[in-house]
């Protein structure tokens, strides 16, 4: 697959780009051979292809996940076996030229030129094929299927909307002269090349001219920095691949711990010790090694490797963490000490250094060439406003987390960091997963009480944890049986006490209480997967950039899913603290509008323009299913299911695209809660008291034309970005569309003397009679809008909607009939791109966040 798609991507680019290096990491499980090698910064977790059994089975669909708006990379890509080995060659083509397919949307952050929700846009007063480039032959069918009968027939038009029925297919010619494009139809043996300006249709109804402003797939190409720094090569074909295989090993770990003078202060060497504890007793799996090292000035190991079997390791390893704080900070010294921890036993490739640090030191950047070279990866723990500024490189250059955490004892921002440190090559069912995280400062005899679910998915090995700052408070557990849980385990010296919940606990709404005298309390409940064999549901949440220039926007995103089915309508809360301590909360939405990329595709998404000072910020999210959560099918960024082909003047039809029970989907849904780290970044140059954000981009206006009328819908923007609401809309209407892309200014301006925007992210509405426009049979209008604010900011243009009249005359066949049709039934460089595949398999570039 991959030999065949870089040969094909190699001629898509203009001889710029193939593959050259491919990492193949295999599971653990799997039987190991000779020539499986140790992998090095590869992971599951920054893998860019994952191979993954379908859910639901017969759900075979390549796809990518895309968070972010046209010309940004998206996450990664899914296949499923079938694909890889060829068994969907009928819908998909060979997976050669669907891994290209999906390689675009991953890299240059290009979207499909097709659409399956509208097969048909009206134009010149007909009904015409969503396709890119127009050059593509074929006939419009409608095909139905039901109790294992198919039938196919001429299309048929509603007689209100002109337009074509739902069951209307546009099926392609087996054989055609057309080059273009991949993000259309890949699956065409003559299609080699990607649509560019002079073949583009930017007329068609499709996601990549709604995304990327009517711009060809390979304009937007052409603006990636890999197009930039590129040339073409001179070679008819390029150099072959490089593959390497590369088997997981159990987990490696070293805790590098920093009890330098400055942790005296704050509490902080007894946060350290209650977030190093949890870490020990709960996060690190079952069969990992684990050493652990202090510093100062110099380095100290406190324990050698060792393998965690029972209890009894985890406890000897939480007796070795540090109880003193002094001395000066030499980073460097502690990551060379635990290198040679690791290094006494095994290799250092894939290892992982855990390192948390409060303290400047202006000799960190000494070891670096040292820690790119051992192959180890780096997560690093900031805390505290000083910090080495220099810390996040280690992470950066190993593909690692990087977290931070204030001095703010409340927002529990130190245990979150540890709490999001699971293996990035373990199981999820084997991995602990965040169920709350939360904290409240007391006055005397006051309760901090709350509840927690325990949904069905999780409550193995469940663990309340609880940490003060002045004394032991009253604490109490109840399940949602009545029963309580008191007999907490007490660390006295560390102010911290947990509730190991036996068995599996049960599901449903647990409720604690907490009291004490006046001091912070903070609670945390973490638990597993109650069946190995069922996916629980997780929250996994990122920022757009590690690192942002004011006033170059950030965007917080979290992902809920069950594997990998999109959990939609749930409450999702993001927290966002600044080194200070101060905290700024967003609702994360997943409605398609603002920075959210998709509406119910599970991602939830918002800008995030609150900054006060230049430093780090950390990302916290809480994520709440109730009534009206459920489960959807996975959002499809990817390669087109063909429907048939036509061939020598017969229509062949493939098996119809697998229908998934929505009662399959919803079985066992139920109300959950989950919390997680999205780590930090770093925001620098920010200036106060000037307004610099405009109106967010409007991405989802729709019209249609009702008698002499046209209607408008649109989700309102904000003043800034998606926060609080524009001063005003701009909207004009064109006959031709580039005129709206081109010259917006000079198209026809909409009265809009009587519309006053609404709140950000609520819906607009607004109807209107065009003037100097005649609507009659055949008239397509396009439209688009722009948002201005109080400082007159103004949004980039919306996408360009359309507004078709469309009467119908007596029905004129577009096909002849008498077409023999036949069912299959199936049974059930210039520049060079490093990647890496990955079994699950997964694939993966060795530096992700560098590609």
């Not at 855990?354 to 950047?365: H, K, Q, R, S, W």
């Not at 967003?586 to 409605?591: A, K, M, Q, S, T």
């Not at 003037?771 to 948002?787: C, D, P, V, Y």
Request: net charge negative; hydrophobic share 35%.
């Amino acid at each position: 697959m991959v030999s065949e798609a870089s040969t094909y991507l190699y001629e898509a680019t203009e001889k710029r780009f193939y593959f050259k290096g491919v990492s193949i990491l295999i599971p653990k499980i799997w039987q190991t051979k000779p020539d499986y090698e140790q992998p090095k910064l590869e992971t599951y977790k920054n893998a860019d292809i994952i191979i993954e059994v379908p859910n639901p089975p017969g759900n075979d669909v390549p796809r990518t996940d895309q968070f972010g708006q046209c010309g940004e990379m998206g996450e990664r890509i899914y296949l499923t076996p079938d694909i890889i080995s060829g068994e969907k060659l009928n819908e998909y083509g060979p997976s050669g030229k669907t891994l290209v397919h999906e390689w675009a949307h991953l890299r240059w952050g290009v979207f499909d030129e097709y659409n399956e929700e509208e097969h048909f846009y009206q134009s010149d007063g007909k009904n015409v094929p969503v396709k890119c480039s127009e050059g593509i032959t074929g006939t419009n069918k409608a095909y139905s299927c039901s109790g294992g009968s198919c039938s196919i027939r001429n299309c048929r038009t509603d007689p209100k909307t002109g337009k074509l029925n739902e069951e209307c297919l546009f099926i392609p010619d087996k054989v055609q002269n057309e080059k273009a494009s991949i993000m259309f139809m890949q699956s065409i043996d003559s299609v080699v090349e990607f649509c560019t300006e002079k073949n583009h249709n930017i007329d068609a109804p499709n996601t990549q001219n709604q995304k990327c402003g009517l711009r060809s797939t390979w304009e937007v190409i052409q603006d990636s920095e890999d197009y930039k720094a590129s040339t073409p090569m001179t070679a008819a074909q390029p150099p072959q691949p490089s593959f390497s295989l590369k088997q997981i090993r159990e987990r490696i770990l070293c805790l590098v711990l920093d009890k330098s003078g400055s942790m005296a202060s704050g509490d902080r060497l007894n946060r350290l010790n209650q977030a190093s504890k949890l870490f020990l007793l709960q996060i690190i799996e079952i069969a990992s090694w684990v050493g652990m090292v202090t510093f100062d000035s110099t380095a100290s190991v406190q324990s050698e490797l060792v393998q965690i079997e029972t209890d009894a390791e985890r406890d000897t390893l939480i007796t070795k963490l540090p109880t003193k704080a002094s001395g000066g900070t030499s980073i460097c010294s502690g990551l060379r000490s635990a290198l040679q921890v690791i290094g006494n036993k095994f290799s250092t490739d894939g290892s992982e250094i855990v390192l948390l640090t409060d303290g400047e030191d202006n000799t960190i950047n000494t070891c670096f060439d040292e820690v790119e070279q051992s192959g180890a990866i780096i997560h690093t723990v900031a805390l505290g406003p000083s910090a080495a500024k220099d810390l996040e490189k280690l992470s950066e250059m190993t593909g690692g987390l990087q977290t931070a955490a204030s001095d703010n004892v409340q927002n529990n921002g130190l245990i979150d960091a540890f709490s999001g440190l699971s293996s990035g090559n373990g199981l999820i069912t084997e991995q602990s997963i965040q169920l709350e995280s939360t904290g409240a400062t007391l006055k005397d005899g006051e309760w901090m009480n709350g509840t927690v679910i325990v949904d069905s998915t999780v409550g193995n090995d469940t663990l309340f944890l609880v940490t003060w700052t002045a004394q032991e408070p009253q604490m109490f557990v109840s399940d949602p049986s009545g029963n309580i849980y008191d007999n907490f385990s007490v660390d006295a010296n560390s102010k911290m006490a947990y509730l190991k919940i036996p068995n599996t606990a049960k599901d449903g709404i647990w409720t604690y209480s907490l009291t004490s005298s006046a001091q912070t309390l903070t609670l945390t409940v973490t638990s597993r997967a109650a069946n190995s064999n069922v996916t629980p549901i997780t929250v996994d949440p990122k920022m757009n950039n590690d690192n942002s220039t004011f006033p170059s926007p950030m965007v917080a995103y979290a992902a809920v899913r069950q594997g990998s089915l999109p959990i939609t309508g749930a409450t999702v809360t993001a927290s966002i603290e600044s080194a200070d301590g101060t905290t700024v909360t967003l609702e994360l939405l997943d409605n398609g509008a603002g920075a959210d990329a998709y509406k119910n595709d599970g991602v939830y998404s918002r800008y995030f323009t609150a900054y006060k000072t230049d430093g780090r910020y950390s990302l916290k999210v809480r994520a709440l299913g109730g009534a009206n959560t459920q489960r959807s099918r996975a959002q499809v960024n990817g390669a087109l299911y063909i429907p048939g082909w036509v061939e020598n003047g017969e229509i062949i039809m493939n098996p119809p695209k697998p229908e998934i029970s929505e009662d399959e989907i919803q079985a066992n849904m139920q109300s959950f809660s989950r919390t997680a780290s999205g780590g930090s970044f770093t925001v620098t140059n920010i200036t106060s008291g000037v307004d610099v954000f405009p109106p967010s981009q409007i991405l989802d206006l729709e019209a249609n034309i009702e008698d002499d009328h046209i209607n408008l819908t649109w989700t309102a923007p904000g003043d800034d970005y998606d926060e609080g609401r524009a001063q005003e809309y701009i909207i004009r209407m064109s006959k031709e569309i580039i005129k709206l892309r081109e010259d917006f200014n000079s198209a026809l301006q909409v009265n809009t003397t009587d519309l006053i925007p609404n709140d950000a992210n609520s819906k607009e509405v607004f109807v209107f009679k065009p003037e100097n426009f005649t609507i009659e049979n055949g008239t397509t209008i396009f439209l688009a809008i722009k948002a201005t604010d109080k400082a007159n900011l103004t949004s980039p243009l919306s996408n360009i909607a359309r507004a078709s009249l469309l009467i119908p005359s007596p029905e004129d066949p577009s096909s002849p009939t008498g077409i023999s049709i036949s069912i299959i039934v199936l049974s059930v460089v210039g520049a060079v791109i490093a990647v890496g595949i990955i079994a699950s398999v997964t694939l993966c570039v060795l530096n992700k966040k560098n590609r």
